[in-house]
């Protein structure tokens, strides 16, 4: 299945008992709950970038799922140090590999989730950004701090429900909306900015090829869902991921040099915003009865527009 | 070849004579210069190293992290704030086994803040698993270098190595140094042969988690790693003396102890103002000397126990403490006695804290006070009319 | 050096932990109107659907049983039944 790039593409056809199995970069075994989209998302990315690739990943369910002593799920030289630094220590590999003569034909991944990407480990992907290391951040956006049971980050959307931003009597959910770090790293002058999900697989690999071929700074935005912390249906995570793009919440698109060069267009199959809120649980309180839910549908319905005018969605 | 340098551009020349892959830092009084020479070597291909400018002095150390996991010789430097904003990363790297060197210009912790000299910085993060050496002047800290890679870079220890020396008073003092060439350099410290490195020829997986039925077993592995560094760090001593001819003890050192009723013990810089204490007072017929601690930690209990067997009366002089405890010196010492029949009376004192100056005059007091009687936990020249 | 233990592991081990025993439901490829078009090996979290020429099939010992694939399979070519043991 390696560097399988388009789901039409067709495999070679020898009979099916003499198949030759080849396995993902991402070694099965790892303890990612069922149906988990940062898992998912991991395992596109890790084969869109081959077995040539340096990964540095941060704290977070990624790491731990994937590397209970003494197994591992990376099938890559690979390497977790702390929560807030793989930017850093991303940066550290390609000097070093620059230094010893080994940095030809070999790709460079920092990656973490969205708290350690936007809140704790903005400082080191500042430097990184800025310091034109040839590097591709990838960061796994479940817009909460899952690995230690959900709560809100810089990135969790405006009303969700977390355990630190919980729906109460005088609380609708987290109260600020998503950090814009996309544009936060392109505003470092870096070549390449992309946001992507994994309700649009193909893209995703699409995109890390693309950034991985581009020399420089490079940051792309997977939006993951988590079955666990937004409480959908694991089978829901493609369905969930696809529904916050058709609503205009999570715009899909890519920035060259700064420049917004391409958007995923929502056209005729926009929906609206609630057909993405009311199959996850972190959003049910906006569904009780009354005036004031329905002026925080309102506040999200907005956001969905703002982001639709913005990037020209439809 | 001799030169009259500043400290810091001797642990600059030596770093450069260890052929470092990369180097990361981040400035900080006192430590400042060592990056800046470095720097300077860099720009103008004196070394042929990636230098990474960083946001922070813990992006700093990530990336020196980041280099040794790639197999990479990595060096950094810093000091005080900055060494406590590496903390987590410091931990880190000795956990992951990364035989990365820093240097730090020891310098106090705010508040107040203060940029002078004293080891609260190095003692604030003993407990982190790195090799800690203590230089005594210059020229030590220089030959430290190469000694402090050899020792690390070791397989069966496998761990990062702290070069530690006194803020100003090493740092920006200028002195003659005999700088070593590079060829005799080369012959010492050979290149860096990691024991396991990521590379995708042969991949690997580092920095797992470790659940409690392996957290345990790694830990003790590091601690045994540390103490079988003990022969390692007494033998690149014993090595060194043989290629340059120049000696500063192993893990520790002694000056006139024999025949001494009282020792002082202390580490850095103040050793060299102990040792002409020392000799006045011998000079005066007392029965004095020194134990120089070089190698913090590992700690050399059974050295320093071995060193203060005959002794009467031992006064350590600490520049730090562990605040709502005691000095930290102190009570290591006490207890690695405890575990012999030796007894002799400890008298322990804080001393030039925030580069408070430490005369002879104030030794020579330390010491008219322990003959009189044994003292616990005294600050030095402290003011007692501002601290009523 | 031995690998200090605790700090390093070998890329790929984690196949040494079968997470098919966690499933509930089990995904069922009926092999009838599959069009080839391997959306299900791609969109598994866990990676375990190969195959080839319309024949696919997941790989038991590892399937966590999420229904995915079954959910994205636009020709309804995998059911989900309650998994017995
Ligand atoms: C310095 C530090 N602070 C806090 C933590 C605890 N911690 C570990 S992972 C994590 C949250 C991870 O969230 P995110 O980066 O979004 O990744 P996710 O688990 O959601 O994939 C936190 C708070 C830590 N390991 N280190
Ligand atoms: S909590 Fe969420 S992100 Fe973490 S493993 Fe489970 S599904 Fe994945
Ligand atoms: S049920 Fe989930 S884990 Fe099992 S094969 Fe389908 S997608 Fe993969
Ligand atoms: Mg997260």
Not at chain 2, 324 to 333: C, R, T
Not at chain 2, 347 to 357: E, K, M, N, V
């Amino acid at each position: 299945m390696r560097n399988l790039e388009t789901s039409t593409e067709k495999a070679p056809k020898p009979k099916k008992e003499k198949e030759p199995v080849v396995e993902w970069l991402l070694a099965a075994g790892h303890r990612a709950c069922s149906g988990c989209g940062e898992a998912l998302g991991a395992k596109l990315v890790m084969d869109a970038a081959g077995p040539n690739t340096y990964v540095a990943t941060a704290t977070g369910c990624l790491e731990v799922f994937s590397t209970p002593y003494p197994e591992s799920a990376w099938r890559m030289p690979w390497i977790h140090s702390l929560f807030e630094n793989s930017a850093a220590v991303a940066s550290g590999i390609e000097a070093s590999l620059i230094a010893q003569g080994r940095d030809k034909d070999v790709n460079i991944i920092a990656q973490g989730g969205d708290g350690g990407t936007a809140d704790i480990g903005i400082g080191c992907l500042s430097g990184m950004l800025e310091r034109g290391h040839n590097i591709l951040y990838v960061c796994y956006d479940n817009e909460a701090y899952m690995n230690t049971g959900v709560q809100r980050s810089g990135l969790t959307p405006f009303d969700a429900r977390t355990s630190t931003s919980p729906s109460g009597k005088l609380s609708w959910g987290n109260k600020t909306n998503k950090k814009d770090l996309p544009a936060i790293a392109a505003a470092h002058h870096i070549p390449y900015v992309a946001t992507a999900t994994v309700g649009y697989p193909n893209d995703l690999m699409a995109k890390v090829k693309k950034a991985l071929s581009i020399r420089g700074p490079k940051y792309i935005q997977v939006h993951v869902p988590c079955p666990l912390g937004w409480i959908h249906p694991s089978d829901m995570t493609i369905e969930v991921a696809k529904l916050a793009v058709l609503t205009g919440l999570i715009p899909i698109y890519e920035m060259e040099n700064g420049v917004v060069t391409k958007v995923r267009k929502i056209g005729k199959n926009r929906r609206p915003a609630e057909e993405y809120l009311k199959v996850q649980g972190r959003f049910r309180h906006l569904f009780a009865k009354g005036a004031d839910a329905e002026e925080e549908l309102e506040k999200i319905r907005q956001i969905a527009e703002a982001n639709i005018k913005r990037f020209g969605l439809v | 070849m001799r030169k009259f340098i500043e400290g810091s551009m001797a642990v600059a020349e030596a770093v450069k004579l260890c052929r470092p892959h990369v180097i990361s830092a981040y400035p900080i009084t006192p430590q400042t210069h060592i990056v800046e020479h470095l720097s300077q070597m860099v720009a103008d291909g004196e070394v042929n190293a990636q230098f990474i400018n960083v946001e922070s002095e813990f992006g700093a150390a990530s990336v020196v992290l980041g280099a040794s996991a790639a197999g990479g010789r990595a060096f950094s430097a810093t000091t005080s704030q900055g060494l406590l904003l590496m903390g987590e990363v410091i931990f880190n790297i000795a956990g992951l086994r990364l035989p990365v060197v820093i240097t730090v210009a020891n310098r106090s912790i705010s508040a107040p803040i203060n940029i002078w000299n004293d080891h609260s910085d190095a003692m604030a993060i003993r407990d982190a698993g790195w090799i800690m050496l203590f230089a005594e002047d210059n020229q030590e800290a220089h030959d430290m270098h190469l000694q402090a890679y050899k020792i690390g870079e070791t397989p069966e220890i496998s761990l990062p190595v702290m070069i530690n020396m006194d803020g100003f008073i090493l740092t920006h003092a200028f002195e003659g140094v005999d700088v070593i060439s590079q060829e005799e350099a080369d012959s010492f410290l050979p290149p860096f042969k990691p024991a396991v490195h990521l590379d995708v020829k042969n991949p690997v997986t580092m920095g797992v988690l470790a659940e409690p039925q392996w957290y345990m077993e790694a830990r003790c592995r590091m601690q045994e790693a540390l103490y079988e560094s003990r022969p390692v760090i007494k033998q690149a001593a014993r090595d060194f003396k043989g290629k340059f001819g120049r000696w500063y003890g192993d893990v520790i050192d002694t000056y006139r102890i024999d025949g001494a009723e009282t020792v002082f013990v202390a580490m850095g810089s103040l050793i060299g103002t102990l040792k002409d204490a020392v000799d006045d007072l011998r000079g005066k017929g007392e029965k004095v000397g020194l134990l120089k601690i070089r190698c913090f930690r590992p700690f050399p209990g059974q050295e320093i126990a071995e060193a203060l067997k005959n002794t009467r009366r031992v006064a350590i002089m600490e520049k730090a403490f562990s605040l709502g405890a005691s000095g930290i010196l102190g009570d290591e010492i006490k207890a690695a006695l405890y575990a012999t029949p030796y007894r002799p009376e400890i008298s322990t004192f804080f001393i030039g804290l925030g580069g408070r100056d430490i005369p002879k005059s104030s030794i020579v007091n330390v010491y008219n006070q322990v003959k009189a009687k044994q003292q616990n936990n005294v600050f030095v020249d402290l003011k007692t009319e501002l601290v009523k | 050096m031995a690998r200090p233990i605790g700090t390093y592991s070998k890329p790929g081990s984690s196949k040494a932990n079968k997470t098919g025993s966690w499933r509930t439901e089990k995904p069922v490829f009926l092999h009838d109107k599959c069009t080839d078009c391997r959306i299900c090996v791609i969109v598994c979290p866990d990676g375990i659907i190969f195959g080839a020429d319309k024949i696919y099939d997941p790989d038991y010992d590892y399937c966590k049983g999420c229904g995915i694939c079954a959910k994205e399979c636009p020709v309804d070519d995998i059911k989900m039944v309650p998994e017995v043991r």
